[in-house]
Nanobody, 125 residues
């Protein structure tokens, strides 16, 4: 499993970013895809989940209504559109993959053996 995140950067509060995660080494279309984030000094937390066929999504309460997860199975990419960004969204963002919707929405960081390098998002004026 190889996951490569991109799209992070510095953005002002209220701004937007779109993150991308490209997956390889596994059958991308068969996996639920998950975005996590880890803020400085905090534990990694689940942000958003999308089912393998894009029919279902799930979000952390802190990002509901502001973030949208989507995927393109042909390109093997999962996206995270982040709008109305707040300073508390500052974190390194990671993606990962899991089979099974219930297992995906309840996933914890320790459930995964490998991670990509992540992409840094800084929200600051």
């Amino acid at each position: 499993v190889q996951l490569v995140e991109s799209g992070g950067g510095l953005v002002q509060p209220g701004g937007s970013l779109r993150l991308s995660c490209t997956g390889s080494g596994f059958t991308f279309r068969g996996y639920e895809m998950i975005w996590f984030r880890q803020a400085p000094g905090k534990e990694r937390e689940l942000v958003a989940v999308i089912s393998s066929g894009s029919g279902r999504t799930n979000y952390a309460n802190s990002v509901k209504g502001r973030f949208t997860i989507s995927r393109d199975n042909a390109k093997k990419i999962v996206y995270l559109q982040m709008n109305s960004l707040k300073p508390e969204d500052t974190a390194v963002y990671y993606c990962n993959a899991r089979i099974g919707w219930e297992r995906a929405i309840s996933a914890l960081p320790d459930d995964f053996d490998s991670w990509g390098h992540g992409t840094h998002v800084t929200v600051s004026a």
